[in-house]
């Protein structure tokens, strides 16, 4: 059993970055794929991030290429969403996931175990 517990979220203005982190407990994370998502105030949980440490691929959504960055720090057992150039459309709640699975990473089913999410809140 894994627990993921997600903080560093917050109040930014456009423009500004703020870093997220997902640390793990139970087992360490680095036989998982990881994954973040978000979700904003009626809509769906949409994928934001996600990477196979295993040597695979690092995806991303179209919307925040270039802004965000999924890493992480074994010695913390720790994922990191670090998030630039906010946009007020990138407020949501933001999840961390993990998976065993090495493919379909940008799908919710995909994910074994979820964090309980940290608000993200970008003002213009």
């Known amino acids: 059993q894994v627990q993921l517990v997600e903080s560093g979220g917050g109040l930014v203005q456009a423009g500004g970055s703020l870093r997220l982190s997902c640390a793990a407990s139970?087992?360490?994370?680095?036989?998982?794929?990881m994954g973040w998502f978000r979700q904003a105030p009626g809509k769906e949980r949409q994928f934001v991030a996600a990477k196979n440490w295993s040597g695979g691929p690092t995806y991303y959504t179209d919307s925040v290429k270039g802004r965000f960055t999924i890493s992480r720090d074994n010695a913390k057992d720790t994922v990191y969403l670090q998030m630039n150039s906010l946009k007020p459309e990138d407020t949501a709640v933001y999840y961390c996931?993990?998976?065993?699975?090495?493919?379909?990473?940008?799908?919710?089913?995909?994910?074994?175990?979820w964090g309980q999410g940290t608000q993200v809140t970008v003002s213009s």
């Open positions: 996931a993990a998976s065993k699975a090495i493919l379909g990473l940008r799908s919710i089913s995909t994910y074994d175990y």
């Open positions: 139970g087992r360490t994370l680095s036989s998982y794929a």
